[in-house]
RNA sequence: GCCCGGGUGGUGGAACUGGUAGACGCGCCGGACUCAAAAUCCGGUUCCCGCAAGGGAGUGAGGGUUCGAGUCCCUCCCCGGGCACCA
């Protein structure tokens, strides 16, 4: 048999699993159902080294799954709408679609090349007509149920994209996630999904998912959940008592039990009450206010730095505070947020730091009404303590004093407990060509019309320019924008923005249950059999945007009706993988060090790339190409090609007749293995994997090399399930060789279940200590009582050296593993 | 500031529940094979002292619990990530 060449067996390989259809899979098969998903891909071209890290996880998983039984889900698609392709238009004149279909056709074929196996009969790209469709079915659903709106608010609009950007998409220096440019805010009237409405269920809901941690707590603190309570302070008239002929101002606190300790209040300037609760003497100073603070970007005003007496300004107007009835200031300031709770602050200096030093720049009151510590040398006091200065609330604990107030609101008939969450709802248009059209016409008589699900999909038209106008071309183009309305047939306008891509990926994961569907975006049926996800696999890029809108986007479809009532939740189980990076930067395009996969498997082929990607680095974490052991990693391969293959040197012949002690020693190797991978593989251990298989071949070597040679039966029942651990990882050389040994396919092999029996050791290494410090390793048998092993312990010569003729004063026994000396 | 990870040889990492620290790979050193080289096979490789036997030190720092700590607890330092004027 001729040497190992992979150039030569893996496209064999990869042909036949598609002939064969080796992993399609029908929605009656018969075989339980397991579900591995990878996130799909943006067709951005070949695939670059950390796609095929991310798939080559994936497949892992998909193989292993099949050799234990299951029927699995495998599906590939194409994340394919979005900017670059657009950019690359503007740049080219290509036409976006041309181009991300060349890109699916180049990323595909790298898939197949890495040997990754999917049911390509279910592959779908977003752009589809029939997705495209489906996402604007939905979004009518969405609609028609409130949770779609369009909406005059405050923006981020990112010029070097050329179109807003959801909050999600900014990052916390105030960057466009994509292109790097300082985000600006507009007020402009967008399309927003209500994800507001589902901000309890999706930070409840995180509890339930087997997910890192890392991901349920980004989520979460992206939710942000604050309980609190909402109470309106009453207009005080010129005497300082409540009006009632004018509404007061809501407030949201967290701390209602401070309430005593409020000596003033601030509004946000964007508040839509600051004109008229700004007294005539004010209004000068106060519109000044307003202009500066406009003036200032909105990262300057975020970041928490500048003077504080820059930062309000009073508006001349008092308030009432309900809880000691004093009429206390009424200031607007910067750092309150239209945005967030009612848009006005009660202040409390006393128990919150920033209230401290807006009272000393504006020379207010403060009343501490918590008892700090005695060792307390700070100014805001936030932490826990007795109730001071607070009348009714004094003595009462945090806790106490909180519950109390809120009561206290409550029986008023001023306020009451109010949860505030920091999600704010997610922005979906985007001014673009290259994405799903909005399914809505603007009518003069009848206004914003949704169309009928009939007149779906709404394409994007081809003959359009790609100019940088800024502007999308859908814009002048005259036969997209000029429509019928579908309600009273006059002229109306199409929406020209388009969805963000996000919406896409919302929902792709479902679709591939039922991939043809072309009544439905999928069946209840299909969904119930595949859905949640068993195992979804993802860069940690993703684990605020797209993992969260993938939640919301199930929760709701299953609250319409159109998913099944019990499916809550997409990803049951998720696994974020390390990005690989380049001399410890981030591997891109524009910085121009992407590694391509292609020399690699060229020159070592697909398997040897797998397995160094398997064995450089536990997969949740990053990992630099530079470290990535290529050569050893092929030369293993080689290895276990001449030991398979039979032309690996020996010493003597294989035997046969009765088995040796050397045998029935690799025999229980060979049980272990098969234990080992097995929970190697359940706990994503794969560098481990790798290295027990090759310690397993280094022992086979030696085995072979021994001067009475290997048994003939042991050493092929070895290496044959050294072939079937390994086949999930290296698919391509261990079919080749199980082929050549057993004439049969071995990724419809079952897994092998090691032998329980041979798994029980009889003798084991007894480590014998000192005062805890290693003296001595004895052989002894496995069932070793205590008093035995104690008793061999201290007849060591070594030990005796230590005990220096001195009785031990305690011993430790472990058997058979330890024993411990103290003396 | 708050919340998650992480810090182990020259190097990537291993040690899953407190019990032989450094598996496996890379690199390096040596041996076999060869005219020679490559490839291959075998062996060595944490540091310090020692010819060796052996001894000592050692998992970011310091303390603690324990017969025994990389692993548990406390204090701190450093690196990566998330949130952050959210009331």
């Not at 290259?434 to 008589?445: F, L, N, Q, R």
């Not at 046969?656 to 991978?677: F, M, N, Q």
């Amino acid at each position: 048999m001729d040497g190992y060449d992979p150039a030569a067996i893996e496209p064999k390989w990869q042909q036949r699993w598609i002939d064969d259809a080796t992993y399609d899979i029908d929605n009656d098969d018969p075989r339980p159902p397991y579900y591995v998903l990878s996130m799909y891909p943006y067709p951005s071209g070949p695939a670059h080294i950390g796609h095929v890290r991310n798939y080559t996880f994936g497949d892992l998983l998909v193989r292993y799954r099949t050799m234990q039984g299951d029927g699995v889900l495998s599906p590939i698609g194409f994340d394919s709408f979005g900017l670059p392709a657009e950019n690359a238009a503007i740049k080219t004149g290509t036409h976006p679609r041309v181009h991300t279909d060349a890109n699916i056709e180049r990323l595909s074929s790298s898939l197949r090349r890495i040997g990754a196996v999917y049911d390509w009969r279910r592959t779908l790209s977003s752009h589809d007509p029939d997705y495209i469709r489906f996402t604007q079915w939905i979004f009518l659903k969405f609609y028609e149920a409130g949770l779609v709106y369009r909406a005059t608010a405050p923006v981020n609009w990112c010029p070097g994209c050329q179109t807003v950007l959801a909050n999600e998409q900014v990052l916390a220096d105030g960057t466009c996630e994509r292109s790097g440019d300082m985000a600006q805010v507009r007020e402009l009237e967008q399309w927003f999904y209500r994800i507001t409405a589902y901000a309890e269920e999706l930070l409840d809901g995180l509890d339930g998912l087997d997910w890192p941690n890392r991901v349920k707590t980004m989520q979460r603190n992206w939710i942000g959940r604050s309980e609190g309570a909402e109470f309106t302070l009453p207009i005080a008239d010129e005497n300082g008592q409540p009006r009632h002929d004018i509404g007061g101002i809501p407030v949201f606190t967290t701390r209602p039990d401070t309430s005593f300790g409020m000596t003033f209040a601030v509004m946000s300037p964007e508040h839509t009450r600051v004109s008229e609760l700004t007294a005539d003497h004010r209004r000068a100073e106060v519109e000044a206010f307003i202009d500066a603070v406009a003036e200032r970007s909105e990262i300057e005003r975020l970041s928490a730095g500048g003077p504080a007496d820059k930062r309000g300004v009073d508006t001349g107007t008092r308030v009432v505070n309900p809880f000691s009835g004093e009429a206390i200031p009424l200031f607007l300031a910067d750092y309150v947020l239209t945005t967030y709770g009612t848009g006005a602050i009660m202040a409390v200096p006393g128990e919150d730091q920033r209230d401290w030093d807006f009272a000393i720049a504006y020379g207010l009151p403060i009343i501490r009404t918590v008892q700090p510590p005695d060792d307390f040398d700070g100014e805001a006091y936030t932490g826990d303590g007795p109730s001071i200065n607070s009348d009714w609330l004094n003595g009462l604990l945090m806790d106490e004093a909180k519950a109390a107030s809120i009561n206290w609101l409550e029986e008023q008939g001023i306020g009451e407990r109010k949860t505030n969450y920091r999600l704010r709802d997610w922005l979906l248009s985007r001014q673009r060509y290259w994405g799903c059209p909005i399914p809505v016409v603007y009518c003069e008589s009848c206004g914003t019309v949704p169309l009928p699900y009939d007149d779906l999909p709404v394409g994007l038209p081809d003959d359009v320019a790609f100019m940088p106008t800024g502007r999308s071309p859908l814009v002048d183009h005259p036969g997209f924008l000029h429509t019928e309305c579908p309600g009273c047939g006059g002229p109306a306008r199409r929406e020209t923005d388009t969805m963000d891509t996000f919406v896409d990926s919302s929902w792709y994961f479902l679709r591939f249950a039922d991939p043809r569907n072309q009544e439905l975006p999928f069946s209840q049926e299909a969904l119930e059999r595949w859905l949640p996800v068993d195992q979804y696999i993802g860069g940690v890029e993703h684990a605020i945007l797209h993992l969260m809108y993938a939640r919301f986007f199930t929760r709701a479809l299953s609250d319409l009706g159109v998913a099944p009532t019990g499916l809550r939740e997409p990803f049951q189980r998720l696994f974020t993988q390390g990005m690989v990076r380049m001399g410890g930067g981030k591997m891109s395009k524009s910085r121009g060090n992407l590694v391509a996969p292609e020399n690699i498997i060229e020159a070592h082929g697909a398997d040897a790339l797998r397995l160094s990607i398997l064995q450089v680095k536990p997969p949740a974490e990053d990992v630099d190409w530079e470290d990535f052991g290529l050569e050893g990693c092929a030369r293993f391969l080689g290895r276990l090609w001449r030991l398979a293959a039979g032309t690996a040197e020996r010493a003597n012949p294989a035997r046969s007749g009765p088995a040796t002690e050397a045998d029935h020693a690799i025999d229980a190797a060979t049980h272990r293995l098969i234990d080992r991978i097995t929970s190697e593989f359940d706990r994503w251990s794969y560098n481990t994997a790798v290295a027990g298989c090759m310690e397993f071949t280094n022992e086979l070597y030696r085995y072979m090399q021994a001067d009475d040679g290997p048994h003939h039966d042991t050493l092929a029942f070895a290496i044959d399930t050294l072939l079937l651990v390994m086949a999930p990882m290296v698919p391509h050389i261990c079919a080749e060789l199980w082929e050549v040994r057993r004439g049969e396919n071995i990724h419809a092999e079952q897994w092998p279940t090691a032998d329980e029996a041979k798994l029980v050791l009889d003798t084991v290494t007894m480590v014998v200590q000192v005062n805890g410090k290693v003296r001595d390793r004895i052989e002894v048998a496995a069932d070793i009582a205590d008093a035995e092993a104690e008793a061999l312990a201290l007849a060591s010569a070594r030990v005796q050296a230590h005990l220096d003729g001195d009785a031990p004063r305690r011993v430790i026994a472990r058997p058979p593993k330890l024993v411990n000396v103290v003396v």
